[in-house]
T-cell receptor
Framework: GAVVSQHPSWVICKSGTSVKIECRSL??????MFWYRQFPKQSLMLMAT?????????EQGVEKDKFLINHASLTLSTLTVTSAHPEDSSFYIC????????????????FGPGTRLTVL | GQNIDQPTEMTATEGAIVQINCTYQ??????LFWYQQHAGEAPTFLSY????GLEEKGRFSSFLSRSKGYSYLLLKELQMKDSASYLC??????????FGAGTTVTVRA
């Protein structure tokens, strides 16, 4: 249990275009989903918290009009990078919070495999 | 704010033991997590501590002292596949995770 998928796994786009990244919890319902960004050799930085059916909460310094988050259901959240520029090139990782019976803590975040975005 | 410190790099030989320390100063505490991350991949869950003491899980153990704002991850019987980045993360009362910068462990033959 506790599998989170992301699509696409990698994407290359031209500057000025928009890119949509999907995050799905495959075998559990996620009460909350989180979006992170990770630059090379740096740690994960939380961008926003997304709850199903409500507006996302963005961390300080993250532009909500540039990084559009939609959380349409308990198993799907999407991040759209609008008008992408080379400085947006990064590794984007989502996580889903859910109650899962595993060997670990039952209420925790499970991470997707990440999406590598390269903007030319 | 959240301040989480861990060493940048550690090197050890195969079969050895390595201890990765993590100190934290955070507003709110609702558990400390350790994750393993291989290059280009997402983090995978290793361990979780919310009460003081040692949690053992096979070759990996994690310790927490809430009063000292301190945790460590102990990796025993190191294998080459353990070469990775190890992330210390603190969960706050809103269930948000704040990550340390990660410790890159290199295992040598």
């Amino acid at each position: 249990g506790a599998v989170v998928s992301q699509h696409p796994s990698w994407v290359i786009c031209k500057s000025g275009t928009s890119v949509k990244i999907e995050c799905r919890s495959l075998d559990f319902q996620a009460t909350t989903m989180f979006w992170y960004r990770q630059f090379p050799k740096q740690s994960l930085m939380l961008m926003a918290t997304s709850n199903e059916g409500s507006k996302a909460t963005y961390e300080q310094g993250v532009e909500k009009d540039k990084f559009l988050i939609n959380h349409a259901s308990l198993t799907l959240s999407t991040l759209t990078v609008t008008s992408a520029h080379p400085e947006d090139s990064s590794f984007y990782i989502c996580s889903a919070r859910g109650l899962v019976e595993t060997s670990g803590p039952t209420d925790t975040q499970y991470f997707g495999p990440g999406t590598r975005l390269t903007v030319l | 704010g959240q301040n989480i410190d861990q060493p940048t790099e550690m090197t050890a030989t195969e079969g050895a033991i390595v201890q990765i320390n993590c100190t934290y100063q955070t507003s709110g505490f609702n558990g400390l997590f350790w994750y393993q991350q291989h290059a280009g991949e997402a983090p995978t869950f290793l361990s979780y501590n919310v009460l003081d003491g040692l949690e053992e899980k096979g070759r990996f153990s994690s310790f927490l002292s809430r009063s000292k704002g301190y945790s460590y991850l102990l990796l025993k019987e190191l294998q080459m596949k353990d070469s990775a980045s190890y992330l210390c993360a603190v969960r706050d009362d809103d269930y948000k995770l704040s990550f340390g910068a990660g410790t890159t462990v290199t295992v040598r033959a």
